[in-house]
């Protein structure tokens, strides 16, 4: 069965700085592109990055591009999000999501999140 | 960036009911368009992808139908199970887009 397990969500002030963790089972994480999806409170999803299976290729939303991080850990079945910089509009719930393929990237199995809430 | 609309924001219906939900793309995206069902505090779930294909595992229920601009997901006969939001996403092109969600409540 597909696990993944987000962690490291907590309160952080303005221009603080956190790490989130996804960690993978279930399946050959390094065979797969993955990605973060917020959801700020009561609304709606937005895509926040994607990384390729080797690291090799990363992509940001505009909204994050220059202070969020994706990376990972294909030996220890990790995904990452490092958040630096943060502000109030960064406050939402943090999902990583597993997509088929590079080329068809809706999302076949999320995790059940983790808050952020960036407030002083 | 590529907006999804959907409509409407909130339909009322009662369990057994034909239930219709549109999304459209403000410019065409072929049939990379996908279907998730989020209940309260929890991931959203895959339903349909590439606008009519039915995820493994999800009822025959659902259906999905479009392309370009306009999708559309069809609950044919509404169950007890089935009240929560439904959202579209667009994979043509990145940003990666979604739709601001349709809220399916109890009549």
């Known amino acids: 069965e597909v696990q993944l397990v987000e962690s490291g969500g907590g309160l952080v002030q303005p221009g603080g700085s956190l790490r989130l963790s996804c960690a993978a089972s279930?399946?050959?994480?390094?065979?797969?592109?993955m990605h973060w999806v917020r959801q700020a409170p009561g609304k709606g999803l937005v895509w926040v990055s994607r990384i390729n299976s080797d690291e090799s290729r990363t992509t940001y939303a505009d909204s994050v591009r220059g202070r969020f991080t994706i990376s990972r850990d294909n030996a220890k079945n990790t995904l990452y999000l490092q958040l630096n910089s943060l502000r109030a509009e960064d406050t939402a719930v943090y999902y990583c999501a597993r997509v088929v393929s590079g080329s068809y990237s809706f999302f076949d199995s999320w995790g059940q999140g983790t808050l952020v809430t960036v407030s002083s | 960036d590529i907006q999804m609309t959907q409509s409407p924001s909130t339909l009322s219906a009662s369990v057994g009911d034909r239930v219709t939900i549109t999304c459209r793309a403000s410019q065409s995206i072929s049939s990379w368009l996908a279907w998730y069902q989020q209940k309260p505090g929890k991931a959203p779930k895959l339903l349909i992808y590439?606008?009519?294909s039915l995820q493994n595992g999800v009822p025959s229920r659902f259906s999905g139908s479009g392309s370009g601009t306009e999708f559309t997901l069809t609950i044919s006969s509404l169950q007890p199970d089935d009240f929560a939001t439904y959202c579209c996403?667009?994979?043509?092109?990145?940003?990666?887009?979604f739709g601001g969600g349709t809220k399916v409540e109890i009549k």
């Open positions: 279930g399946f050959t994480f390094s065979n797969y592109w």
């Open positions: 996403q667009q994979y043509n092109d990145y940003p990666l887009t």
């Open positions: 590439k606008a009519s």
